[in-house]
C-alpha cells in the first residue's frame, strides 16, 4: 500500500502527502495515475505476402503521472482552501523540474519529471487541482543504491550507533537466546528479582564483564567469575575476491558503475560476466600512448555501462582523462538481469594490486 508521496521541487523545498493524515499538509491526494509499468512502442514491418507482420524493436514511452488533489481548510496550515490551492504552485511550478517519492510498505521509490500542467477547478463545491508530469525516463529507481565489493574495503560502520552496550541484548554465550542475555551498567543495577535462566552480565570496566545468572530455586544471584570482553566494532571488512555475484532485483535490465583502484602496476586487466560470457578488457598499451603510463599505483578507473552516461574515465594525479579508446573494440557494455550476475577479473600481470567493486541502481517498471 502506498504510505506517503513526496514532492521536491526544483528549488529543494519538499512536500510530503501522507495519505493516512492529510491534515498536515491541507492537501489531500484523490487519485494518481501513471505509476504502473508504462506502455511500449512495438514497432513491426508487414509482410508483402503473408499474414502478420515482423517484430523489429520495441521501445518503453515516456512516464505520464496525473495527480488530482483536493485541498482542506486547516487553522494554522493552510488558513483558507485558496491558501491550499496556492501551495500547490509553489511545489508544481510548470515547465519546472521535479522529483517524485513514492513510500510503499515494501519499497521506496522516486522519478524526476517535468511539470506540464496544473489545473485548479476553482469554480466548484469541491475544489480540486489536476497535475501532469511528463517523466522522461519511464522506470522508477530504487532509493538505496548497492556496493558490491569484490577487492577491496568493504563499509560495514553504519550511523546511527552508539559505543555502549550497557542495557542492550548480547549473545556472549553461544547456544543461548540473545533475550536471555542482559548487560546492566554495575552490581547496583541488578534487578532484584530475575527471570528464570536470564544471564545478566555486569560492565566492571571497559574491556569486560562478570556474569550472573538467576536460579529458578530463590532467584539467588551467584557471580561465575567468568570474564567476556567487550564486543568490537567493526569498520570495515577486507574483502579479496576475485569473483562474485550482483544481486539484482529490479524489473529492468540496468547498467553498471565499476570502480577500479589500483595499489601496484597492472597490465591487461579483463572484466567478465560470467553468466552471459560477455567481457570489457583495458589495454594498457593504448593507456600509456594516450596518458603517458600504463596502469601504475594510486590510479582510479572508473566504467559507467548505464544506457546515456557510458564512459571510460582515469583519475590520476588529481587529473582526470577519457580513456574509452583504451577498451578492446569489441568490449560489452554490461547490464544486470533479475537474479544473480557473477563477474569476474583477470590480468595479465598484478591482479593482486587491484580493488573492485560494482555499484548499481535498481530500476523498476512500476510502483
Known amino acids: 500500500m502506498i504510505k506517503n508521496i513526496i514532492i521536491i521541487n526544483y528549488l529543494g523545498e519538499s512536500l510530503d502527502l501522507e495519505l493516512t493524515h492529510p491534515e498536515k499538509t491541507g492537501i489531500y491526494i484523490k487519485s ?3 505509476l504502473g509499468p508504462g506502455k511500449a512502442n512495438i514497432n513491426t514491418t508487414d509482410l508483402a505476402s503473408d499474414d502478420g507482420s515482423i517484430y523489429n524493436s520495441a521501445r518503453a514511452t515516456e512516464r505520464n503521472i496525473v495527480m488530482t488533489l ?3 481548510q486547516i487553522p494554522g496550515i493552510t488558513d483558507t482552501i485558496e491558501d491550499a490551492r496556492q501551495l500547490t504552485y509553489k511545489y508544481f511550478p510548470r515547465k519546472k523540474p521535479i522529483t517524485f517519492y513514492v513510500l510503499t510498505d515494501n519499497r521506496e521509490l522516486f522519478t524526476t519529471g517535468y511539470v506540464e500542467s496544473n489545473e485548479p477547478d476553482i469554480f466548484s463545491k469541491e475544489e480540486t487541482a489536476q497535475i501532469s508530469i511528463i517523466c522522461p525516463d519511464p522506470n522508477f529507481y530504487a532509493l538505496n543504491v548497492p556496493t558490491t565489493v569484490f577487492s577491496g574495503t568493504e563499509s560495514v560502520f553504519e550511523f546511527p550507533f552508539e559505543n555502549n ?3 542492550e541484548e548480547t549473545t556472549f554465550i553461544p547456544g543461548i537466546s540473545s533475550e536471555k542475555q542482559v548487560i546492566v551498567s554495575s552490581y547496583a543495577n541488578l534487578p532484584e528479582t530475575g527471570m528464570k535462566g536470564v544471564f545478566y552480565f555486569v560492565a566492571l570496566g571497559d574491556n569486560y564483564f562478570d556474569e550472573y545468572v538467576w536460579l529458578s530455586t530463590g532467584y539467588q544471584k551467584i557471580a561465575s567469575n567468568r570474564y567476556y570482553y567487550l564486543p568490537d566494532i567493526i569498520f570495515g571488512n577486507i574483502v579479496l575476491a576475485k569473483d562474485r555475484s550482483v544481486w539484482y532485483d529490479g524489473d529492468v535490465e540496468m547498467g553498471v558503475n565499476i570502480r577500479l583502484h589500483f595499489t601496484g602496476q597492472v597490465t591487461n586487466l579483463t572484466i567478465y560476466n560470467t553468466g552471459t560470457r560477455e567481457s570489457m578488457s583495458i589495454d594498457t598499451s593504448k593507456l600509456e ?3 603517458g603510463a600504463g596502469i601504475v599505483a594510486g590510479d582510479d ?6 544506457r546515456g552516461n557510458k564512459s571510460v ?3 590520476r594525479g588529481g587529473y582526470t582523462y577519457n580513456i574509452l579508446n583504451a577498451l ?3 568490449a560489452d557494455w554490461f547490464t544486470l538481469a533479475k537474479g544473480d550476475n557473477v563477474f569476474t577479473y583477470v590480468a595479465q600481470y598484478g591482479s593482486e594490486y587491484v580493488q573492485f567493486s560494482i555499484k548499481n541502481n535498481i530500476a523498476f517498471e512500476g510502483v
Open 289 to 291: 600512448t594516450m596518458t
Open 301 to 306: 578507473i572508473y566504467i559507467d555501462t548505464n
Open 32 to 34: 494518481i495515475t501513471g
Open 328 to 330: 578492446n573494440k569489441n
Open 70 to 72: 483536493g485541498f482542506l
Open 165 to 167: 552496550t550497557v542495557g
Open 313 to 315: 574515465t582515469l583519475l
